[in-house]
């Protein structure tokens, strides 16, 4: 197989929840460990840190791995969706999977991948860490999938576990209470490994001391680090957007802590690793700015969307143009209410079946003052925004990964 054949093989004929939706989800960890006895445990051939959280998580996995980088180190990074490649999941030191190491993987082991049917993200969580072995890492970055108690990364032992925080998505299968989908998420802890808690949620923070001290982990509380000066400019860093602050305050706890640990990070390697994470990682997506009036985002659930938005209004512009699109599974009533009622919409469906068709969004817009057009996809709703829109106008685009992915 080439490598299309080799995609065309791993989407067609397993279950894809990011494609098909909570039908393929089976969450628990036994396959995975079965997978991983498979090729030889390789999960337990490198060190790692752990990262899980509703928001944030993804930001502060490419922060840390960019941080280790700039420190010498040769760092994997497993994250999860991936925007316009599928290699972009699986990195050492900033580089996507080859695409020769893809096919290798697939063709070597598909016997076994036809009789044991893995889901999509099992057997990406196994590439992840069958690469991460065979190419002898220094340590990887293993960013969560969906909660972490249950969730085929949940496999390894880290040197340190991190949660970012805590809000609602996919409340069919993490809880209907910031409690219960805290619990989930608290399930990466480990007996006596310690454990970064990003943000202080009310709600939240008595499910992780009562997880940190049944294990005997120590909890560090990112929220109450001093930073340094560098820190204050905000302008400095490629990772822009409102919420990196504190994405930035949790990569901070997590580098002193690997400092405590041994680790030789020295202050330069982590303001540049921190400065420079996008260009070192290749992370793209968040708050990005992809022509000079064009601005993307990846946030799709109510809290990222919340810090978004604010971050919008406050933007110097004379028109607002709001390209929106999402997938079908989400709460339409929790994100359309925190829209501006004052923007012009074209209403889209990202290129997946997972897709909420065009039509339908803008017809559960108009109930919240969203007013606009559909559009047959993405490309010409963003082409009538750019024909709309004049030199001083904003057009934002988002509401899902996907939306993002198909313009970046």
Not at 62 to 80: F, P, R
Not at 162 to 177: A, M, P, Q, R
Not at 339 to 368: C, H, M, T, W
């Amino acid at each position: 197989m080439n490598y299309q054949e080799t995609l065309d093989f791993l989407y067609h004929r397993l279950p894809v929840f990011q494609r098909d939706g909570a039908r393929v989800l089976e969450l628990k960890l036994d396959r995975t460990l079965q997978f991983m006895h498979y090729l030889s445990e390789p999960h337990k051939a490198f060190k790692s840190v752990h990262v899980a959280g509703t928001n944030g998580k993804g930001s502060v996995s490419h922060m840390i791995a960019s941080v280790l980088q700039h420190a010498g180190y040769k760092v994997g990074l497993y994250t999860s969706p991936h925007l316009k490649d599928f290699r972009e999941r699986i990195r050492i030191n900033g580089e996507c999977i080859s695409e020769e190491k893809v096919i290798d993987f697939v063709e070597t082991h598909k016997s076994f991948i036809e009789e044991f049917k893995p889901s999509f993200f099992e057997l990406t969580v196994a590439m992840a860490f069958d690469h991460f072995a065979s190419q002898t890492v220094d340590i990887a970055v293993i960013e969560v999938g969906m909660g972490g108690r249950l969730d085929s990364t949940n496999v390894i032992i880290p040197l340190l576990s991190v949660i970012t925080n805590i809000s609602y998505d996919h409340k069919e299968f993490l809880g209907d209470t910031l409690p219960k989908i805290a619990f989930e998420k608290a399930g990466i802890i480990k007996p006596t490994i310690p454990v970064v808690i990003g943000e202080y949620q009310k709600e939240t923070f008595p499910v992780f001391e009562r997880q940190a001290t049944a294990l005997k982990s120590e909890l560090i509380k990112a929220f109450e680090q001093s930073l340094p000066q560098w820190f204050q400019d905000n302008s400095e860093f490629d990772l822009q957007g409102p919420y990196q602050q504190k994405n930035r305050l949790t990569v901070f706890a997590v580098i002193e802590e690997l400092i405590t640990q041994g680790w030789a990070i020295n202050e330069q390697a982590v303001e540049d690793g921190m400065k420079n994470a996008a260009q070192s990682t290749g992370l793209m997506g968040r708050w990005q700015w992809v022509e000079p009036i064009v601005l993307c985002d990846t946030a799709h659930n109510a809290a990222g969307l919340a810090f978004v938005l604010k971050r919008l209004s406050e933007l110097q512009f004379n028109r607002l143009h709001i390209v929106l699109g999402v997938v079908s599974d989400k709460d339409l009533t929790e994100i359309l209410p925190l829209f501006p009622k004052r923007a012009i919409y074209y209403f889209v469906a990202p290129n997946i079946n997972r897709a909420l068709s065009a039509v339908d969004l803008r017809n559960q817009g108009e109930l919240y003052g969203l007013i606009g057009n559909t559009f047959s996809n993405i490309p010409s709703g963003l082409a009538a925004a750019k024909r709309a829109a004049s030199s001083e106008d904003l057009i934002f685009v988002g509401g899902s990964t996907f939306t993002v992915a198909e313009i970046v």
